[in-house]
């Protein structure tokens, strides 16, 4: 926006939020990942995704999207700078309990995309990047450096997906991310939440050398049992940082409680449809 979704962008100016990070982490695999789910699966259904996939994850979270991706038997390596995230993904992809054969096809990389390069591998036939860019400003210069690692990586040809939140009025949680904009807005925070621009994607490929090969739509409704599950979903995507630096969680959770109201149902859950864009391009 994760990463929603896009995560751990600490404001550039002012005090850090003091965040539980093993705590957003966890907030992160088991409220707010899955709710990408519809878009990892359009985009490795339109892929082909299988057994000659070569995939390398950029900032693969807690692994969510490589498990799914292996599953359909793809060789998949993830890379995040997160290591809170990066030992849940491993409790995943990579268990220790007896009894239990890892898989060779399968790696996770602390660090940054070089550091996933092996000599004499095959290169990658496809480079997700699944966190949702548009909604922080700033956050496409981040993806777009991560591409420059990564696309040397690849094959020629090679697909790259990017992902980014669709146009504000099909998001119903974009109303609820204003909340960030209005609280950081004394301290002007760079990291604050912006609605997405129409070709945010189009522009980091163009950026990154890439050429455009096609694009999509994808529900990805955000459903939560309760109003303090969603507080915690959300807030453990990053989106809120600048705002929790601007003031506190306290004042934080209290708006958001309130821009959820209008989202919860009789029954105490809370649904927001959204729409999130993808778009594939080719490495040259």
Request: hydrophobic share 40%.
């Amino acid at each position: 926006m994760t990463p929603t979704l896009v995560r751990q962008h600490l404001p550039h100016a002012g005090a850090k939020p003091r965040v539980d990070l093993r705590a957003r982490a966890r907030d992160w695999s088991e409220i707010q990942e899955r709710m990408l789910v519809p878009l990892y699966e359009a985009v490795y259904e339109r892929l082909d995704v299988g057994p000659a996939t070569w995939l390398l994850g950029l900032g693969c979270g807690s692994g969510l999207s490589l498990l799914m991706a292996a599953a359909r038997g793809a060789s998949v390596t993830g890379v995040d700078v997160s290591p809170e995230r990066m030992t849940l993904a491993r409790e995943r992809l990579l268990p220790e309990a007896p009894g239990t054969r890892a898989r060779p096809d399968i790696r996770l990389v602390d660090g940054s995309p070089r550091d996933t390069a092996v000599p004499g591998a095959p290169g990658y036939t496809l480079v997700t990047a699944f966190e949702p860019i548009g909604c922080l400003a700033g956050d496409s210069e981040g993806l777009g450096g991560l591409l420059a690692e990564a696309a040397p990586l690849a094959r020629r040809g090679a697909a790259v997906v990017l992902a980014g939140w669709g146009p504000p009025e099909r998001c119903a949680t974009a109303s609820v991310m204003r909340v960030a904009t209005k609280l950081a807005e004394p301290l002007r925070h760079s990291g604050s939440w912006r609605p997405a621009c129409r070709d945010d994607l189009e522009d980091v490929a163009q950026r990154a050398g890439l050429k455009p090969d096609g694009s999509g739509r994808v529900a990805c409704p955000f459903g939560y049992a309760d109003v303090d599950s969603a507080v915690r979903g959300l807030k453990s995507t990053g989106l809120f940082d600048a705002a929790m630096a601007a003031t506190d969680q306290v004042q934080v959770d209290k708006e958001l409680t309130e821009a959820l109201h209008p989202h919860q149902r009789q029954d105490g859950t809370v649904w927001m449809p959204n729409v999130f864009r993808y778009l594939i391009a080719r490495t040259p």
